[in-house]
């Protein structure tokens, strides 16, 4: 029942800049970690960066002063802004998110996935 959406994927030219927003709807008791993940065709699964409910944030070190993670707890969102972006930038970006709907259980949640390609 819980339910991660995300928004803002796209196609831009290398340089360029987006902005992906994920939102967590559902019967949520707490949100702990959320995270970026991105896939290219054929690859396997990597993360791109997290942040957690402290506001302790983490980088793959390809993204490193380029993309940008924050997190507005009272709606329940995670963003990343993806600037001077390059072409080996172009994959499908997930949201994933640490949740705990009560009990005390957490449980690992993932959204549908977002295409964002770099080309000129």
């Known amino acids: 029942q819980v339910q991660l959406v995300e928004s803002g994927g796209g196609l831009v030219q290398p340089g360029g800049s987006l902005r992906l927003s994920c939102t967590a709807s559902?019967?949520?008791?707490?949100?702990?970690?959320m995270n970026w993940y991105r896939q290219a065709p054929g690859k396997g699964r990597e993360l791109v960066a997290g942040?957690?409910?402290?506001?302790?944030?983490n980088y793959a070190d390809s993204v490193k002063g380029r993309f940008t993670i924050s997190r507005d707890n009272a709606k329940n969102t995670v963003y990343l802004q993806m600037n001077s972006l390059k072409p080996e930038d172009t994959a499908v970006y997930y949201c994933?998110?640490?949740?705990?709907?009560?009990?005390?259980?957490?449980?690992?949640?993932w959204g549908q996935g977002t295409q964002v390609t770099v080309s000129s």
């Open positions: 559902g019967p949520i008791s707490s949100i702990y970690g």
């Open positions: 994933n998110a640490l949740i705990s709907t009560g009990r005390g259980i957490r449980q690992e949640y």
């Open positions: 942040i957690s409910s402290g506001g302790s944030i």
